[in-house]
Protein backbone atom coordinates (compact mmCIF):
# COMPACT_ATOMS: atom_id res chain seq x y z
CA UNK A 1 0.00 0.00 0.00
CA UNK A 2 1.19 3.25 -1.09
CA UNK A 3 1.11 6.31 1.58
CA UNK A 4 -0.75 8.95 0.87
CA UNK A 5 0.38 12.57 1.35
CA UNK A 6 -1.73 13.84 4.10
CA UNK A 7 -1.39 16.77 6.79
CA UNK A 8 -2.54 15.30 10.14
CA UNK A 9 -3.54 18.37 11.77
CA UNK A 10 -5.88 18.59 8.37
CA UNK A 11 -6.84 15.03 8.97
CA UNK A 12 -8.07 15.88 12.87
CA UNK A 13 -9.99 18.82 11.64
CA UNK A 14 -12.27 16.66 9.27
CA UNK A 15 -12.30 14.11 12.29
CA UNK A 16 -13.65 17.03 14.52
CA UNK A 17 -15.85 17.92 11.78
CA UNK A 18 -17.83 14.87 11.59
CA UNK A 19 -17.75 14.54 15.41
CA UNK A 20 -19.88 17.11 16.19
CA UNK A 21 -22.25 17.03 12.80
CA UNK A 22 -22.57 12.92 14.77
CA UNK A 23 -23.30 14.90 17.74
CA UNK A 24 -20.67 13.67 19.42
CA UNK A 25 -19.18 16.83 21.48
CA UNK A 26 -16.96 15.88 23.95
CA UNK A 27 -15.15 13.42 21.61
CA UNK A 28 -14.69 16.53 19.40
CA UNK A 29 -13.64 18.66 21.92
CA UNK A 30 -10.98 16.22 23.39
CA UNK A 31 -9.69 15.77 19.62
CA UNK A 32 -9.28 19.69 19.62
CA UNK A 33 -7.11 19.82 22.50
CA UNK A 34 -4.78 17.09 20.72
CA UNK A 35 -4.69 18.97 18.03
CA UNK A 36 -4.07 22.60 19.79
CA UNK A 37 -1.03 20.29 21.60
CA UNK A 38 0.33 19.00 18.88
CA UNK A 39 0.35 22.06 17.16
CA UNK A 40 2.36 23.80 20.14
CA UNK A 41 4.65 20.61 20.15
CA UNK A 42 5.73 20.98 16.48
CA UNK A 43 5.70 25.18 16.77
CA UNK A 44 2.91 25.39 14.02
CA UNK A 45 4.85 23.07 11.07
CA UNK A 46 2.69 20.97 8.94
CA UNK A 47 3.28 17.39 10.03
CA UNK A 48 2.02 14.38 7.55
CA UNK A 49 1.13 11.14 8.26
CA UNK A 50 4.85 10.15 6.13
CA UNK A 51 6.51 11.48 9.12
CA UNK A 52 4.07 10.44 11.74
CA UNK A 53 6.48 7.80 13.18
CA UNK A 54 7.54 6.16 16.60
CA UNK A 55 10.40 8.52 16.89
CA UNK A 56 7.79 11.61 16.61
CA UNK A 57 5.53 10.00 19.44
CA UNK A 58 8.32 9.71 22.15
CA UNK A 59 9.57 13.28 21.25
CA UNK A 60 5.59 14.57 21.81
CA UNK A 61 6.04 12.75 24.50
CA UNK A 62 8.62 13.92 26.33
CA UNK A 63 7.70 17.43 25.25
CA UNK A 64 4.84 16.48 27.47
CA UNK A 65 6.59 15.44 30.38
CA UNK A 66 8.50 19.12 30.07
CA UNK A 67 5.27 20.51 30.28
CA UNK A 68 4.81 19.51 33.53
CA UNK A 69 1.26 17.31 32.73
CA UNK A 70 1.06 14.48 34.59
CA UNK A 71 0.79 10.54 33.53
CA UNK A 72 -3.29 10.70 33.35
CA UNK A 73 -2.95 13.78 31.15
CA UNK A 74 -0.18 13.13 28.84
CA UNK A 75 -2.12 9.68 28.46
CA UNK A 76 -5.34 11.47 27.47
CA UNK A 77 -3.44 12.86 24.89
CA UNK A 78 -2.10 9.59 23.65
CA UNK A 79 -4.88 7.84 23.50
CA UNK A 80 -7.23 10.49 21.18
CA UNK A 81 -3.74 11.22 19.25
CA UNK A 82 -3.37 6.98 18.72
CA UNK A 83 -6.83 6.55 18.15
CA UNK A 84 -6.98 9.54 15.21
CA UNK A 85 -4.09 7.28 13.81
CA UNK A 86 -6.11 4.17 13.86
CA UNK A 87 -8.85 6.10 11.36
CA UNK A 88 -6.21 7.13 9.36
CA UNK A 89 -5.18 3.67 9.04
CA UNK A 90 -8.79 2.58 8.41
CA UNK A 91 -8.79 4.94 5.58
CA UNK A 92 -5.73 3.64 4.09
CA UNK A 93 -4.05 6.60 4.40
CA UNK A 94 -1.06 5.33 6.60
CA UNK A 95 0.02 1.52 6.49
CA UNK A 96 -0.66 -0.22 10.87
CA UNK A 97 2.33 0.20 13.04
CA UNK A 98 2.70 0.14 16.85
CA UNK A 99 3.84 3.61 17.45
CA UNK A 100 2.46 3.91 20.88
CA UNK A 101 4.08 0.95 22.77
CA UNK A 102 6.41 2.80 24.73
CA UNK A 103 4.35 5.42 25.98
CA UNK A 104 1.96 5.59 28.26
CA UNK A 105 -1.76 5.20 27.42
CA UNK A 106 -3.59 3.89 30.23
CA UNK A 107 -5.40 5.22 33.38
CA UNK A 108 -3.83 5.85 36.82
CA UNK A 109 -6.51 5.24 39.03
CA UNK A 110 -6.25 7.80 41.85
CA UNK A 111 -8.38 7.95 45.01
CA UNK A 112 -11.65 10.42 44.99
CA UNK A 113 -12.06 11.33 48.75
CA UNK A 114 -15.61 10.72 49.89
CA UNK A 115 -17.29 12.90 52.74
CA UNK A 116 -19.22 11.03 55.75
CA UNK A 117 -22.84 11.20 56.19
CA UNK A 118 -22.56 13.60 58.68
CA UNK A 119 -21.52 16.17 56.12
CA UNK A 120 -23.91 15.52 54.27
CA UNK A 121 -26.19 16.12 56.33
CA UNK A 122 -24.60 19.30 57.07
CA UNK A 123 -24.65 20.35 53.92
CA UNK A 124 -28.26 20.07 53.45
CA UNK A 125 -29.44 21.98 56.52
CA UNK A 126 -27.14 24.60 55.65
CA UNK A 127 -28.64 27.90 55.16
CA UNK A 128 -27.75 29.57 51.67
CA UNK A 129 -29.67 33.20 52.36
CA UNK A 130 -31.70 33.20 49.52
CA UNK A 131 -28.75 32.39 47.28
CA UNK A 132 -30.14 31.09 44.33
CA UNK A 133 -26.89 29.47 42.43
CA UNK A 134 -25.36 27.87 45.81
CA UNK A 135 -28.96 26.50 46.67
CA UNK A 136 -29.30 24.85 43.61
CA UNK A 137 -25.49 23.33 43.45
CA UNK A 138 -26.55 22.53 47.22
CA UNK A 139 -30.33 20.56 45.80
CA UNK A 140 -28.08 18.98 43.04
CA UNK A 141 -25.43 17.44 44.76
CA UNK A 142 -28.16 16.31 47.67
CA UNK A 143 -29.53 14.84 44.27
CA UNK A 144 -26.88 13.03 43.09
CA UNK A 145 -26.38 11.18 46.14
CA UNK A 146 -30.08 10.07 47.16
CA UNK A 147 -29.48 8.94 43.20
CA UNK A 148 -26.68 6.77 44.21
CA UNK A 149 -23.90 9.09 43.38
CA UNK A 150 -25.54 9.78 39.76
CA UNK A 151 -23.00 11.91 37.68
CA UNK A 152 -23.82 15.47 36.64
CA UNK A 153 -24.50 14.67 32.74
CA UNK A 154 -27.21 12.18 34.13
CA UNK A 155 -28.54 14.96 36.00
CA UNK A 156 -28.59 17.56 33.23
CA UNK A 157 -30.04 15.44 31.02
CA UNK A 158 -32.76 13.76 32.77
CA UNK A 159 -36.58 14.28 31.24
CA UNK A 160 -39.21 14.25 32.43
CA UNK A 161 -40.08 11.60 30.01
CA UNK A 162 -37.46 9.46 32.41
CA UNK A 163 -39.79 9.29 35.20
CA UNK A 164 -42.98 6.26 35.40
CA UNK A 165 -45.13 5.63 38.21
CA UNK A 166 -42.38 6.88 40.88
CA UNK A 167 -39.26 5.40 39.45
CA UNK A 168 -36.33 7.13 37.64
CA UNK A 169 -35.17 5.44 34.76
CA UNK A 170 -32.28 6.56 32.88
CA UNK A 171 -29.43 5.34 30.79
CA UNK A 172 -25.71 6.47 31.92
CA UNK A 173 -24.24 8.25 29.57
CA UNK A 174 -20.51 7.18 30.40
CA UNK A 175 -21.44 3.08 30.24
CA UNK A 176 -24.92 2.71 28.60
CA UNK A 177 -26.41 0.97 31.73
CA UNK A 178 -29.70 1.43 32.40
CA UNK A 179 -30.94 2.40 35.82
CA UNK A 180 -33.59 2.45 37.36
CA UNK A 181 -34.13 4.28 41.20
CA UNK A 182 -36.99 4.58 43.14
CA UNK A 183 -38.10 8.31 44.30
CA UNK A 184 -37.85 9.05 47.45
CA UNK A 185 -39.49 12.26 49.38
CA UNK A 186 -36.28 14.08 49.40
CA UNK A 187 -35.89 13.47 45.80
CA UNK A 188 -38.95 14.41 44.81
CA UNK A 189 -38.64 17.56 47.41
CA UNK A 190 -36.00 18.77 45.17
CA UNK A 191 -37.41 17.62 41.53
CA UNK A 192 -40.31 19.97 43.05
CA UNK A 193 -38.47 22.51 43.44
CA UNK A 194 -36.93 22.99 39.68
CA UNK A 195 -39.34 20.91 37.29
CA UNK A 196 -40.49 23.68 35.03
CA UNK A 197 -43.79 22.69 32.58
CA UNK A 198 -42.19 24.50 29.71
CA UNK A 199 -39.14 22.58 29.84
CA UNK A 200 -38.39 18.54 28.89
CA UNK A 201 -35.73 18.43 31.01
CA UNK A 202 -36.14 17.94 34.81
CA UNK A 203 -33.33 20.24 36.00
CA UNK A 204 -33.01 24.05 34.48
CA UNK A 205 -29.31 23.04 33.07
CA UNK A 206 -30.03 22.38 29.67
CA UNK A 207 -32.33 24.42 27.89
CA UNK A 208 -32.21 24.31 24.30
CA UNK A 209 -33.27 21.83 22.14
CA UNK A 210 -30.29 21.90 19.77
CA UNK A 211 -27.25 19.19 20.53
CA UNK A 212 -24.70 20.92 20.11
CA UNK A 213 -25.97 24.29 22.21
CA UNK A 214 -27.20 21.63 24.46
CA UNK A 215 -23.83 20.29 25.27
CA UNK A 216 -22.57 23.66 25.68
CA UNK A 217 -24.81 24.42 28.60
CA UNK A 218 -24.25 21.61 30.06
CA UNK A 219 -20.31 21.96 29.93
CA UNK A 220 -21.45 25.44 31.43
CA UNK A 221 -23.08 23.68 33.57
CA UNK A 222 -20.63 21.63 35.33
CA UNK A 223 -18.41 24.70 35.78
CA UNK A 224 -20.43 26.43 37.33
CA UNK A 225 -21.56 23.44 39.42
CA UNK A 226 -17.82 22.64 40.27
CA UNK A 227 -16.80 26.41 41.36
CA UNK A 228 -20.00 26.62 43.59
CA UNK A 229 -19.00 23.17 44.73
CA UNK A 230 -15.89 24.79 45.95
CA UNK A 231 -17.47 27.46 47.64
CA UNK A 232 -19.68 25.08 49.59
CA UNK A 233 -16.83 23.15 50.85
CA UNK A 234 -15.73 26.55 52.71
CA UNK A 235 -18.93 27.06 54.18
CA UNK A 236 -19.07 23.46 55.33
CA UNK A 237 -15.36 23.45 57.03
CA UNK A 238 -14.04 20.41 58.29
CA UNK A 239 -11.33 20.17 55.91
CA UNK A 240 -13.83 18.89 52.51
CA UNK A 241 -13.06 19.19 49.24
CA UNK A 242 -16.53 18.85 47.39
CA UNK A 243 -16.30 18.43 43.78
CA UNK A 244 -18.76 16.92 40.82
CA UNK A 245 -17.31 13.09 41.97
CA UNK A 246 -17.58 13.45 45.67
CA UNK A 247 -21.40 12.46 45.59
CA UNK A 248 -20.38 9.50 43.97
CA UNK A 249 -17.92 8.33 45.98
CA UNK A 250 -19.59 9.21 49.51
CA UNK A 251 -22.68 7.08 48.37
CA UNK A 252 -20.25 4.32 47.71
CA UNK A 253 -18.61 4.40 51.11
CA UNK A 254 -21.96 4.80 53.03
CA UNK A 255 -23.74 1.99 51.39
CA UNK A 256 -20.56 -0.02 52.60
CA UNK A 257 -20.01 1.13 56.10
CA UNK A 258 -23.98 -0.17 56.21
CA UNK A 259 -22.85 -3.05 55.84
CA UNK A 260 -24.55 -3.20 51.82
CA UNK A 261 -22.64 -6.27 49.78
CA UNK A 262 -19.88 -4.90 47.53
CA UNK A 263 -22.51 -6.39 44.37
CA UNK A 264 -25.02 -4.77 45.20
CA UNK A 265 -23.30 -1.47 45.93
CA UNK A 266 -21.94 -2.18 42.44
CA UNK A 267 -25.09 -2.86 40.66
CA UNK A 268 -26.82 0.38 42.18
CA UNK A 269 -23.73 2.55 40.62
CA UNK A 270 -24.04 0.92 37.49
CA UNK A 271 -20.54 -0.11 37.49
CA UNK A 272 -19.80 -3.15 34.63
CA UNK A 273 -17.90 -4.97 37.21
CA UNK A 274 -16.72 -4.88 41.32
CA UNK A 275 -13.75 -4.34 40.57
CA UNK A 276 -14.56 -0.67 39.52
CA UNK A 277 -16.21 -0.67 42.73
CA UNK A 278 -13.23 -1.67 44.59
CA UNK A 279 -11.67 1.22 43.63
CA UNK A 280 -14.19 3.80 45.31
CA UNK A 281 -14.27 1.59 48.52
CA UNK A 282 -10.93 1.42 49.27
CA UNK A 283 -10.33 3.90 51.30
CA UNK A 284 -12.62 2.19 53.69
CA UNK A 285 -11.72 -0.79 53.20
CA UNK A 286 -8.12 0.27 54.41
CA UNK A 287 -9.62 2.06 57.53
CA UNK A 288 -11.07 -1.70 58.17
CA UNK A 289 -8.22 -3.47 57.98
CA UNK A 290 -6.20 -0.92 59.59
CA UNK A 291 -8.08 -1.18 62.55
CA UNK A 292 -8.38 -4.80 62.68
CA UNK A 293 -4.43 -4.66 62.70
CA UNK A 294 -4.60 -2.51 65.80
CA UNK A 295 -6.75 -4.63 67.60
CA UNK A 296 -4.29 -7.84 67.07
CA UNK A 297 -1.49 -5.69 67.65
CA UNK A 298 -3.14 -4.41 71.38
CA UNK A 299 -3.23 -7.91 71.79
CA UNK A 300 0.41 -8.41 72.11
CA UNK A 301 0.51 -5.55 75.29
CA UNK A 302 3.86 -4.65 73.51
CA UNK A 303 5.23 -1.42 76.20
CA UNK A 304 6.55 0.90 73.92
CA UNK A 305 7.27 3.49 77.12
Known amino acids: MKTKIKVVET ?19 NYEKTKRSL ?27 SKGLMRNSISFYMRN ?70 SFVDIAYLKKTDISNGVISYCRRKT ?7 IESCMQYIINRYIDEKSEYIFPIIKSADKGEAYKQYRSGINIYN ?12 GCKLSSYTARHSWATA ?3 HDVPISVISAGMGHSSETTTQIYLKSIEDDVVDRANAEII ?3 RINVE
Open 81 to 150: LRAIYNKAVKQKIVRKKDLFLEVYTGIDKTRKRAVDEELISKLYNLKLDNNDSLSFTRDIFIFSYCMRGM
Open 298 to 300: NKL
Open 255 to 257: ARK
Open 176 to 182: GHLMNVR
Open 39 to 65: ESFLRNKKLTFTNFNEQLITDYNTYLI
Open 11 to 29: FIEEQIKQLREEHRFGTAN
Open 227 to 238: RNLGILSDMIGS
